[in-house]
């Protein structure tokens, strides 16, 4: 477990344990949800749409218009 201290401007600093384990890097944006439990989820937002083009492989090809006519 790792542990962080608040500073009186409400920031903190993510120990390097968990930004290596991440991979975070500076400016990398991090979402923060509060669960009713009072727990909180940290996720890192690393990945843009553009950064996953590509990465999704269709079973089939996609029907041409052509193709979708004459059916």
């Given at each position: 477990m790792s542990a962080s201290t608040l500073t009186s401007k409400?920031?903190?600093t993510i120990p390097k344990?968990?930004?290596d384990a991440l991979g975070?890097?500076?400016s990398d944006e991090?979402?923060?949800t509060l669960l009713t439990d009072g727990t909180v989820v940290m996720r890192?937002?690393?990945k843009s749409l553009r950064?996953?083009?590509g990465s999704w492989k269709a079973?089939?090809?996609a029907a041409t218009k052509s193709?979708?006519?004459a059916a």
């Open positions: 409400g920031q903190t344990d968990i930004r975070l890097k500076a991090l979402i923060f890192a937002k690393t950064d996953l083009a079973s089939k090809p193709q979708k006519r």
